[in-house]
């Protein structure tokens, strides 16, 4: 292997940049080139790519977001599109890339392959929901960031005996929601994996009322079939039963563009430059992420087969705990 590229897809999440330098960095180690492809699959399919040495990606272990850039590429879902980019990579000499990215993004790893391109994947994604990984690089940080988001807006909510609907991201997966939820001590919490009756939740928040709290939060997952808009309009022609005042926030991209923590740049640290000794290995065709506190490299084919299931146990503990 001399020349290998690596991209960032989908939505960013912080920790990406850890994860670009530390693929840079173990590559320039081993003595290949290693370039940089701008905006994700659209930049694989337009041959945007440039030469990056260790020195290009000082000073971004600490940012949010992604120094390559990010994109959604309907192109590169038809074959046509990924014939486009393996002609690109091949004109470059580049022999191998690196995609950091979620569900999505893996599942354009997987169809490269199966044209003949080796590629590893990196578990990066705030929604966890990727199989194949226990945790994805971002989640830490996007939870951390909802908590201080719901820590605030519980300050508030005390003083004026106010009830929060508060919206959290997560595309169909009600994993941040639901943890958020438990580590914010709220007293409701509306996920996508659960049909929710919003009577139970306007039940919920008249007896919290009644129970004297001086405060009501329900974390709603954006995907949930009631979002916090549609649960606000159910709850106009139910004002005076809940007993608190209602108002709506809606965390939406501010979970996405903070600073990563010290775990997402460890984790993003760890499965990148594992993803670069696999393919130093002759592997590919696999996606690096953490299992029981190990880097594992699962087949791309099993990652997109299957679907991550989120542990409804957690759900139960919300419920007791909300009491
Ligand atoms: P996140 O969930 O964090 O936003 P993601 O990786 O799931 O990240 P997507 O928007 O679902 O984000 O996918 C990113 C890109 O991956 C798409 O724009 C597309 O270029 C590529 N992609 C998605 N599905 C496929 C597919 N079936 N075949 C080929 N490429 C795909």
Not at 46 to 64: E, F, K, T
Not at 235 to 254: A, D, M, N, Q
Request: glycine share 12%; net charge negative; charged share 20%.
């Amino acid at each position: 292997m001399k020349r290998i590229a690596v991209l960032t897809s989908g939505g960013d999440a912080p920790g990406m940049n850890a994860a670009i330098r530390a693929v840079v960095r173990t590559g320039v180690d081993k003595g290949w080139e290693v370039f940089g492809v701008r905006h994700g699959y659209a930049g694989l399919i337009s041959g945007d790519l440039l030469p990056l040495s260790a020195r290009d990606v000082s000073g971004v272990i600490q940012l949010g977001g992604t120094m390559l850039g990010s994109a959604r590429s309907l192109e590169f879902k038809t074959e046509e599109g990924r014939r486009k980019a393996i002609r690109s990579l091949s004109e470059r000499g580049v022999e191998a890339v690196v995609v950091i990215g979620g569900n999505g993004s893996q599942t354009g790893s997987q169809a490269l392959c199966q044209m003949g391109f080796p590629v590893v994947g990196v578990a990066s994604t705030i929604d966890n929901d990727l199989y194949g990984s226990e945790t994805c690089i971002g989640v830490d940080t996007a939870l951390n960031i909802a908590l201080e988001a719901i820590d605030r807006l519980k300050v508030t909510a005390s003083s004026h005996q106010r009830a929060f609907l508060i919206e959290v991201m997560g595309r169909n997966c009600g994993y941040l929601a639901l943890m958020a939820a438990i580590a914010g001590g709220a007293e409701a919490v509306v996920i996508p994996e659960v049909d929710t009756d919003p009577e139970e939740i306007a039940v919920a928040l008249r007896c919290g009322y009644e129970r004297g709290k001086p405060h009501a939060l329900v974390v709603v997952a954006e995907g949930a079939e009631y979002n916090a808009a549609g649960l606000a309009r159910y709850f106009e022609e139910h004002k005076e039963r809940l007993g608190f005042e209602l108002r709506v926030s809606t965390l939406g991209h501010i979970q996405r563009g903070g600073a990563p923590g010290a775990f997402d740049r460890l984790l993003a640290t760890r499965l990148a430059a594992a993803a670069v000794e696999e393919l130093e290995r002759g592997v590919s065709g696999v996606l690096m992420g953490l299992i029981r506190g190990e880097i594992v490299a699962t087949l791309l084919a099993d990652v997109v087969a299957n679907k991550k299931a989120l542990d409804l146990s957690l759900l139960e503990l919300a419920q007791v705990l909300a009491k």
